[in-house]
């Protein structure tokens, strides 16, 4: 599998040009649940101060308050949203613009902000994968902007922290992603898994991972008491998975359902370990996640006999993991819960935020 | 008050014309809410068969399986849904049709098909107000079929059983209104409530009840955990329930809110008695709703200590009301529950076919 | 795998010994959640009728008006809640009892009524495996009734027609045991399922599953905005859907989860087919479901492209299948729905009691 | 009405003894709801230091990590959760103690911590009312710290700013109670309402409210999908509401409501504004809230034609404000929503602890 720059000890670069200052962060795509979500964190971050709160303009509105948009919002902060339009942000007023914006969006103004000096970090998919052909099988456009693709780091902080820390682009990964790379990097690195007898991802989210957009399938009465599996065999969170997992296709079923809750995902993870190699006792397998994730602040490593749940991880920005082990047969299951607006989008985020401008992992997040 | 019709004896009309045979339905709007819980009621209807599923054609689609818009219907029928088109439908093939139609659309339609014969159960609000000039103002629109208008029965069968058993058009009422008007009419009937003194009407609905056409306050991550209120001082159903009861707009406050469920209202009624000639004590009040109620299958009246809730009647065609009183002011709480697509819109619809056709009034209602 | 008497063609035995009477039901466990479907359901069945609603009398309580704990069945049976004593049920009154009891109550009450020569269906765990060693582990208890236990029916009426017609002791199968039963017994007995790759389940179930006791994991805001595993490796409905798919242990896994919904189970079943003697084709799957299940009014099979979801089949008693297959490595995944309540409990005890009284299979069942 | 000691500007006193130093609080009542936000809130909160952690001791446990009684707290705070003993509570080491136990505990312990020097804000309704004498009726035991009663103030931080920072008890407010007095006690300071026409606050409340105990009015399935009123007439908030208002009973009805949802309280208040004397115009309404809320960083208000809702106050210290006025009749609508663990609860005592520390009202409160 890819090499993984886990946990390696380094030397802090000198992240912030105006030392002592705030950082100022731009958002756009402040309409939607992961830019609500963002806003929210940043309006308390102390190290952080919005200056600039943007809307992709597919509403057609101009200028307007967020509150309309954001009820929630309302006494957090006191600008207005305005057209997204790259010519407005230069690097001189603006250190770092979050994208909470379509894939396409993204696409097409990242390399722009990036020549502007800006950094950059995307919640959209449009840089999470390396090989720019992948786009259009998976998000239905061409790429035609592999310099970006192959700068970007794909920002899971506990995974890649120095490639993060210089990274100019981040593309934050996806929520279902996330909960399931952080659930099977240490095993798979550790070699432990048997992947040809194949790994089962069974994850389930809220409602608000879907975004925001209008969908008869998120009416409310649509959704609630009820759950329904969708994307079958046919995921975009697939290719993400596999290339930061290096596993292939045909090694790994990922199957989302959606919950009738609003924030929240749970992945119900199914792996076989390797006959020789791989430890019999589940007290191992919990070690090695210790282990590895022992200076990461944001998970939380359960011991035998817990589990992870969603009410756990909602409103947070800790990603839990858990396990039950049928010693016998080495037949494993991971249980791994993070809040998808929280690790999952914009939590993840202001993570990635504060290792690039040098803060602590965990500054501003609860 | 106007003078209802409240609990007559009155001779059985001959409702069917062909007798021994079912009751032939046509159902338009097949692909809403209130749509799909009247099919699922007629589909097993032991009186009655339905012959035709339309939709009014606003989606562009032409025929197609209704199971596609309602999967819940797999099993229950096999007829297509067509478009509505008022030609198709001949006295000689279907005996009445209920419309589960924009309020404009029933309005346009409503005069053709009882020109042709038919008999109508209409579900919007398009011929609820007597008073033709009342539309522009709370629908929006012009009304240009007075006559339909003052031919319609505002169809509660307990409060006007022989008026409903003899119309070819039923104007069913607004799931609001009739949880009030339930409550209500008998006390005002009685002559025990100081209108004066204010009447107001506190409902929590369900947001089955708004509809299934899209809208951004209708995404599940927007009623999920949240408690809105909305048409304060300026809701469609107030002007059928002053209508109903006999109230000027000044005695009479209703306020709707939405509730985070599929199925439901519960209305919480305060009124106040008037000091001379109504009861003093809590069991009288049970005493005169038992009375007036007796007959009535579907109305369940609570004893003093018990309360109706939303569980006790969703999936249902029961009203249920209970009350407390301040026996010292004579301060009167009345808690009214029902299913707002059942007894507040498709179950009240059978139940008004019931009568329109000489079955029980409860026949295949749950 | 054990011999399944799947859609035998017989003789219609002469199942009811009084032709033309209603069939007299007993309900123990009255108080339950499965009870108040049993009791909503044959309230309104035409061939059956109520005559003693029973408590087992584990809160103390004598009679009582059983709408004092079940407000839903007001105006459903005038009859009160009593304390369950075997001696007061007699053959001469009682044709079938329904024990909606916990597993112990079911255990000690059913020879003695067996005895008394009425038939029982038990909605419990107390007679669902035929190795009376099995309880010890599974269920905590010594089990005393071995003959009792070889005479019962394993009540899934598609796939146990003939057993269940001339049983005089249903034992009514688990909820999740049956969603998943009637999604893999038709690829196992087809020899289909390359058992030896494993065969996972991951289900979510409604939290009425869980029963109505008290538990610090079902109030409320534990289950609400929550999802949560549980009974990992070791859930008590894994030994039945063993034995009743003749698999051993190390070749299944069954995951169960508490969804925050009130009713509906959700299995989403991962298995391997087999390299050889297997087709290649989703079609092809449906089709062998579509043939076995034709004559199966409760059950639906989903045309490729088309997924169960809870929502289609809650406050039923369908049970749902449908099927992505991965055509290149031959990787199938199973999507099974049904109500926990519903064909996962009551509406399947009554299902069952149809075949056994010579009613037709759905009869009284939505 | 009671005379209110809003808004005044007063000199700071100095709270903190020990000038610099983070403020040392213990929580008792760790294994609740309140109990959970108070930590959760408290462990980030950049003037404060949580010292210990207890339980009241029902539940018959030792000392154990509140983890497994609250795993949202992993990671939060190493504390383990003790038992309640007063005499383990030192001024040295404590300056102040949470209280989040039942009404009795607070009773007992309250006088015992004030001689120890240890400031107290207690959570419970103990010390809510003045007059001894209401206990035995709204909370059913006889008062025997009639000192400590007419010491402690009634910590609405909005209203009574100066007597809560010199305070060495605090009650803090029951959660419906805030929602409503922050929306009335302008409202009639000013004298404009007519309150001899009654004021009906019509109350609604997620399950938290009803904190943790088992009940079976608690269980997931009889809360969810469902709404209930209860306490007609007669609920534990109503005294200290009619106290802080200046009320008398019958001038004032309150009706709470049973959400389902977690967390939020949305109040419906119906009141009539005075012919004479008060203004006729709603933002003369929305002005008066606006200029006496100006300094209160926690209450917002929301211009016409803008109402506030749940999802806008869930997880957040806000209180919210909106108005309907029915101008030719002057019935005006308040409606008022907060977090009934946040404004109503946990948020509310540490805006309390803040004042009575010195700290900005707001610190460590989003």
Redo the contacts between chains.
């Keep these: 599998m890819k090499e993984i720059d886990l946990w390696q000890s380094e030397a802090r670069e000198e992240a912030v040009s105006r030392p002592g200052a705030l950082v100022r962060a731009a958002v756009a795509g402040a309409t939607g649940?992961a830019g609500r979500e963002l806003i929210?964190i940043l309006s308390?971050h102390p190290g952080c101060k919005i200056v600039r709160l943007m809307s992709s303009g597919r509403d057609g509105r101009g200028t307007f308050p967020v509150q309309k948009s954001q009820?929630?919002l309302?006494?957090r902060t006191k600008l207005p949203c305005q057209p997204l339009k790259v010519e407005d942000l230069r690097a001189a007023e603006v250190d770092v613009a979050f994208l909470c914006t379509p894939h396409e969006t993204s696409h097409d103004v990242v390399p722009e902000l990036l020549a502007r000096g800006l950094r950059v970090i995307d919640l959209s998919g449009a840089f999470r994968l390396k090989d720019s052909q992948n786009f259009a099988r998976w998000y239905g456009f061409e790429h035609k902007a592999a310099p970006a693709l192959s700068d970007a780091a794909y920002g899971i902080p506990e995974l890649s922290p120095a490639e993060i820390r210089r990274a100019r682009l981040v593309a934050n990964p996806g929520c279902y992603a996330t909960s399931i790379i952080l659930a099977l990097a240490p095993l798979l690195q550790a070699g432990w898994i048997d992947s040809r007898?194949?790994i089962?991802a069974?994850s389930?989210s809220?409602?608000?991972g879907a975004g925001?957009a209008?969908?008869?399938k998120?009416?409310?009465?649509?959704?609630?008491?009820?759950?329904?599996?969708?994307g079958?065999?046919n995921h975009r969170h697939v290719p993400e998975m596999l290339q930061a997992l290096g596993l292939e296709e045909?090694q790994f079923?990922f199957?989302p359902?959606l919950?009738?809750?609003?924030?929240?995902i749970?992945s119900?993870i199914?792996v076989?370990l390797v006959a020789s190699g791989a430890p019999k006792r589940l007290e191992q397998v919990v070690g090695l996640f210790e282990g590895l994730y022992a200076r990461s602040?944001m998970v939380?490593i359960y011991p035998p006999g817990?589990?992870?749940?969603?009410?756990?991880?909602?409103?947070?920005n800790?990603a839990?993991l858990g396990f039950?082990l049928?010693e016998?047969?080495g037949?494993l299951?991971i249980?791994s819960a993070l809040d998808n607006l929280g690790k999952g989008a914009a939590g993840q985020a202001v993570q990635n935020m504060n290792l690039m401008f040098g803060f602590a992992e965990d500054m501003g997040l609860?």
Excluded at 218 to 229: G, I, P, Q, S, T
Excluded at 259 to 264: C, K
Excluded at 306 to 316: C, D, G, Q, R, Y
Aim: proline letters at 7%; zero cysteines.
């Design positions: 649940y929210r308390r009820p929630v309302r006494g007898a194949g089962i069974d389930k809220g409602a608000s925001r209008l969908s008869d998120l009416h409310f009465a649509e959704v609630n008491e009820n759950l329904r599996a969708y079958l065999f045909n079923i199957t359902h919950l009738p809750i609003t924030r929240g749970l119900t199914y076989r602040p939380r817990a589990l992870p749940e969603i009410l756990a991880v909602a409103h947070t800790f839990d039950a049928d016998p047969t037949r299951i249980v609860a």
